[in-house]
C-alpha cells in the first residue's frame, strides 16, 4: 500500500508542472505585444513632439517588424544551444530593457534604439513560442495556441485603448506624456512574466536544454510548405500591423478625437482576441482544409466598407479584427501542424517569421506612404485588399495537410 501511494505521487506532480507551465506561457503571451500596439494611438503626440513626418513615423512603426525578420533565424539555434527556457527568459528581460531605453527623456534616438530592442527581444518569443506548445502541450496545440493568441491580442488591445488616457494623467502639473504612457503600457506586466517564467522552470530545466540532434535544418529554407506558412504569416501580420498603427489616425480624420480613435484600436484588437478563440471551432469541423483561405473574406468586406462608409469605422475595424486575430491564431498553429516535432516547429517558425516579417514591414510604411501621397486613405486601404486578396490565395494551398521537411 505504501508502495502503490508512492507511484501515485508523480500524477500530481505533472500536474501541477503543466499547469505552471500553462500560467507562465500565458504571461509571456500577455507581454508580447502592449509594447507595439500601444506606438498607434500616439503617433500624433510623438509627430507633435519630435518633428516627425508621417512617412518617418510608418518606419518608426515598422522597426520591431525588421527587427523580428533579422534576429528571428536565430532563435532556433539559440534555443539549441543553450535551452528553450534560458533563451526564453533572457528575451524578456531584454523586451523590458528596451522598454526603459525607449521611454528615457531627451533625445529621440532613445524613441529609435529602445523600440529596436524591444523588437529583438519579442522576436525570439515569436520563435519559441509555436516551439514551446508543440513541446509542453503536443495534443492541445490549437486550444493553447489559441489560448495565448487571445492574451496577446487581449492585452495588445488594452494597451491602445489605455495609453493616450495615460499619457494625459498630470504629474507634476503637466501631462504625464507619451514616454510615460509607453513604459507603463510596456512594462507593467513584464516582471510578473520573468518570476512566472524562472518558477516554472526552475526545477525542470534539464528536461528542457537539449533538442534533438540536427536533421538538416538548413532545408527549410528550400521546403515548399514551409514557403507557404512563412507568406501566409507575412500577409496576416501586414494587414494586422497596418491597422494597429494606422487605424487611430484614420479615425481622427474622420473626426473622432484622440482618445476615441485610440478607443477604435483597442476594440480593433479586442474583436481580433474574438478571432483568436473561434479560430479552434473553426478547426474542429470540416473547414479545416479551407479555413486559412476563408477567413480572410471578413476583412475584405471590412475594409470595402471603410471605403464605401468610414463613419461605420468601428463595424469595420471588428471585421477586420475577427480576420485579424484568427489568421494570426491560424498562422500559429500552422507552423505547430505542419511539423512533426518541436525542434522542426522551432525551425519552421524561426523561417516563417523571419521571412513574413520582411514582407509584414513594408506594410506601415507602404500605407503611411500612399496616405501621404494622395492625401487621403483610399490608396491604403486598397493596399489591404491586395494584400487579403493574396492571403486568400496562399490559404487554399497552405491549408494542404503537409509535413515540412518531408518529401511528398
Known sequence: MASSSRT??????????????LVAVCLVAANMRPAITGLGPLLDQIGADTGMSVSTLGVLAAVPL???????????????????????????????????????????????????????????????????????????????????????????????????????????????????????????????????????????????????????????????????????????????????????????????TEVVAGIDVMVYQLFSLAGCLLLPLILRGGLERWAPALIPSLAIVGVAGLMLAPDAVLLWASLIGLTGGATLAMSLTLMAQRARDHDASAALSGMSQSVGYVIAAFGPVAFGALHSLTGDWIASLALVLAVLAALTGVGVFAGRDRYVLERS
Open 8 to 21: 501515485a505521487r508523480p500524477e500530481p506532480s505533472r500536474t501541477t508542472s503543466i499547469a505552471m507551465l
Open 66 to 256: 525588421i527587427a523580428w525578420a533579422l534576429f528571428s533565424p536565430l532563435a532556433h539555434d539559440l534555443s539549441r544551444r543553450f535551452g528553450q527556457p534560458r533563451v526564453l527568459m533572457w528575451s524578456l528581460i531584454v523586451l523590458l530593457a528596451g522598454t526603459l531605453v525607449r521611454s528615457i527623456p531627451g533625445p529621440v534616438v532613445s524613441l529609435w534604439v529602445g523600440t529596436a530592442i524591444i523588437g529583438i527581444g519579442i522576436a525570439i518569443i515569436n520563435v519559441l513560442m509555436p516551439a514551446v506548445v508543440k513541446r509542453d502541450f503536443p495534443t492541445h496545440v490549437p486550444a493553447v495556441t489559441a489560448a495565448y493568441t487571445a492574451l496577446l491580442a487581449g492585452l495588445g488591445a488594452v494597451s491602445s485603448g489605455v495609453v493616450v488616457p495615460i499619457s494625459h494623467i498630470p504629474l507634476g502639473g503637466d501631462p504625464a506624456g507619451w514616454r510615460f504612457a509607453l513604459l507603463v503600457t510596456g512594462a507593467a506586466l513584464l516582471p510578473f512574466a520573468i518570476v512566472g517564467w524562472w518558477w516554472a522552470h526552475r526545477g525542470a530545466a534539464h528536461a528542457h536544454v537539449r533538442g534533438s540532434a540536427p536533421r538538416g535544418r538548413t532545408g527549410i529554407w528550400s521546403d515548399a510548405t514551409a514557403w507557404l506558412v512563412a507568406v501566409y504569416m507575412g500577409l496576416q501580420a501586414s494587414m494586422f500591423y497596418m491597422f494597429v498603427t494606422w487605424l487611430a489616425p484614420l479615425s481622427m480624420s474622420i473626426g473622432r
